[in-house]
């Protein structure tokens, strides 16, 4: 999950093909459904991103009571309306109305905290919670921001990769060399720098000593020379979350696929290509394009049908960009990668978030 800012944003406005009294407000490629006439290209407003929590004051100042997603009817999720799809909220909430919003936009300022928005965190399923222990050594996965939110991370023509994006959970493994240790966490608990105790039943822990990603993480760091190796994959499959990519979470070994690798080497931690240091030693996800970045192509495969099964089962969630050779990015501040989300994924019907 990417992060979650509130911000001012510059807008383009665009026709809605399908209704009269509506339109579209861009920002980044996302475009939101907005009432007819309320902005103008080249003003600045306020956007919320999906995943949002808001308060019941705002959802009410903002007429949206009853009409948002979750059990409390207060999270932003995309929609189609009247046949488009709505990502995000466009408004001006009156807690702003002294802000100048095109300077805000210009800066960069982020008023989540401002307008008690906050970042929906989905519920713990038991199996992948469990007793958990301080583990400063953990390598970290990082957030992944969407290309459509910050569609100038690549720049057109660069050399590309783009792997799919499964929908499970993600495994965070690090091996300490010289502890001879290993240390097993999810996304949530690996932002907090904790690590999960090893338990039979615990999701995370089954994958490692099924798919002996442990041991492969250690032959990795006597070949590298590295302290510190860390593996990052998906746990997937029937029980794990609503799509299975044709794999049974709760059988004895579940579905996993490496999709990252980092090694601290010299004190230094990079970042390395999974099908190059880890071909043949773990399954990996899927590469399913490598060649000039284009992001109308990269949208267009981020909406085909998921290839893990090799039987094309459902919808794929979508794809992950990454440059050939890893680099800074100043748009992101830290890594260049980036997500591209499928529409459908996004607006199905009964899925799950579990991290």
Not at 8 to 26: I, S, Y
Not at 41 to 65: F, H, K, N, R, S
Not at 167 to 183: I, K, N, P
Not at 203 to 210: F, I, K, N, P
């Amino acid at each position: 999950m990417s992060t979650l800012r509130v911000t001012a944003e510059v807008l383009t406005v665009h026709e809605h093909p399908n209704a009269d009294a509506l339109e579209l407000a861009q920002v980044g490629l996302y475009r939101a459904v907005v009432a007819k006439g309320a902005y103008r290209t080249g003003e600045a407003a306020v956007y919320i991103p999906e995943q949002a929590v808001l308060p019941p004051e705002l959802i009410e100042e903002l007429g949206l009571t009853g009409r948002l997603a979750g059990s409390r009817a207060d999270r932003v999720k995309a929609v189609r309306l009247r046949g488009e799809l709505s990502q995000g909220i466009v408004c001006r909430p009156k807690a702003l109305a002294d802000v100048d919003l095109a300077r805000a936009a210009a800066e960069g300022a982020d008023f989540a905290e401002l307008l008690g928005v906050t970042k929906w965190v989905p519920p713990i399923p038991p199996t992948m919670s469990g007793e958990v222990e301080s583990a400063p050594d953990l390598l970290p996965w990082v957030d992944i921001e969407n290309i459509q939110r910050y569609p100038d991370i690549f720049t057109p023509g660069e050399p590309v990769v783009l792997t799919e994006k499964l929908h499970g959970s993600a495994c965070l493994l690090t091996y300490a060399a010289d502890e001879d240790r290993v240390y097993v966490s999810s996304k949530g608990f690996g932002a907090k720098s904790l690590a999960l105790r090893e338990e039979a039943r615990n999701l995370y822990w089954r994958a490692v000593r099924g798919h002996g990603v442990a041991e492969a993480a250690a032959r990795l760091a006597q070949r590298l020379g590295a302290r510190r190796v860390g593996i990052f994959g998906e746990v997937y499959g029937a029980g794990v979350q609503d799509l299975t990519n044709g794999a049974d979470g709760r059988r004895e070994t579940l579905g996993y696929a490496a999709f990252d690798v980092s090694a601290e080497i010299d004190g230094r931690v990079r970042w390395l290509d999974p099908a190059e240091v880890l071909d043949s030693e773990l399954p990996l996800v899927p590469r399913l394009f490598e060649g000039p970045y284009d992001i109308d192509h990269v949208l267009e495969i981020a909406t085909g049908r998921e290839t893990v099964s090799g039987r094309e089962l459902h919808l794929r969630e979508g794809v992950v960009i990454r440059p050939t050779t890893d680099r800074y990015s100043p748009v992101t501040g830290g890594r260049a990668i980036a997500k591209a989300v499928s529409p459908a994924y996004l607006t199905r019907k009964g899925g799950t978030e579990y991290e």
